[in-house]
């Protein structure tokens, strides 16, 4: 640009002179020329028209891609079609489906005679679209089932639930296009994000769905009270008697050996009552490893306020003579 600066710059005034004449006239004949073009008629182009889709919105939803405008030829005078072009003063063809989710389709046919009245200062030549699709639902309502999530849930170490998570409500109302509704399958899960729990539970949590399904999605209840108990789990060591089972009478383990050292948690509350139990380890015949011919322990007794149970040593070798 500096370069062409210098350059007339450099050219005598009266040069100077010329080419501004020469480029002033250039400029007056072309727009001359524009403006005379597009005074004319009977040009034909493509262009854009805006459409809106009308329906009933307190029964239908828009879950998909809506058609906002058409691709249309038209034929007319070049200053419209200047106009329709940069969507000038253009306004949008209002089309009316009266069941959407029964027929997501509109046919170029079904608004071809719609489309040329509205076109009150063009010639509709033809809708290039032959077909405009759309995704519309109808809404529903539907009760669905609350379903506690306990997959970020942690009870502190040594404890365990002593009771079936309870909700109140159980269930919940959601309204919302059928189609995704039918995603949520039934269920609307229930995040209980606490952790390190060491004692019974009973919280008021939010209802919520995923950002996602919140545009289309509502509820009728925003909260469900959740409960349930937790019981703690003591450690407890013990050493017990051994006692073989089915063992046949050439085959035995080391003499020396009369005890073995068993670990298991208890509940607390069952404390008084695993005292009372007459607990041994049992060695099972039938239960041994055919592979290296060893055999571990287990408990004559199991109940269920017992768990994790383990011995030491965890198994013994099988002595044939």
Request: with cysteine.
């Amino acid at each position: 640009m500096s370069t062409l600066g210098n350059y007339f710059r450099k050219l005598k005034p009266e040069k100077t002179s010329n080419i501004k004449v020469v480029v002033l006239c250039v400029f007056t004949a072309t727009t001359f020329w524009l403006l005379n073009a597009l005074n004319k008629d009977n040009y034909t182009t493509s262009v854009n028209q805006p459409l809106e889709l009308n329906y009933n919105q307190e029964e239908f939803m828009a879950v998909g891609d809506v058609p906002r405008e058409v691709r249309i030829q038209i034929n007319g005078n070049g200053w419209d079609l200047l106009k329709r072009h940069f969507k000038i003063s253009v306004t949008p063809l209002e089309v009316f489906v009266e069941d959407p989710s029964q027929k997501p389709f509109i046919l170029a046919s079904d608004i071809e005679r719609q489309m040329a009245e509205h076109l009150t200062s063009s010639n509709l030549v033809d809708i290039v679209q032959d077909t405009l699709f759309f995704s519309i639902d109808r809404i529903v309502s539907k009760k669905i089932q609350i379903v506690p999530d306990t997959t970020s849930t942690t009870l502190a170490e040594n404890h365990a639930y002593a009771s079936e998570i309870t909700l109140e409500p159980e269930t919940v109302t959601v309204t919302g296009p059928i189609s995704i509704i039918e995603q949520l399958d039934g269920k609307l899960y229930l995040d209980i994000a606490d952790d390190n729990i060491s004692e019974n539970y009973s919280k008021l949590l939010p209802l919520k769905l995923d950002k996602e399904k919140q545009k289309f999605l509502s509820l009728d209840e925003e909260t469900s009270q959740v409960s349930f108990e937790v019981i703690a789990f003591i450690e407890n060591t013990v050493n017990l008697d051994i006692q073989k089972v089915y063992f046949p009478g050439n085959v035995t383990i080391d003499s020396t050996i009369t005890e073995i050292q068993a670990r298991f948690l208890v509940q607390e509350d069952k404390m008084e009552e695993m005292q009372n139990l007459e607990l041994t380890a049992i060695l099972n015949y039938n239960n041994r490893n055919r592979e290296d011919s060893t055999i571990s322990a287990s408990l004559n007794k199991s109940p269920a306020y017992i768990k994790e149970v383990s011995f030491e040593p965890e198994n013994f070798k099988l002595i044939y003579e």
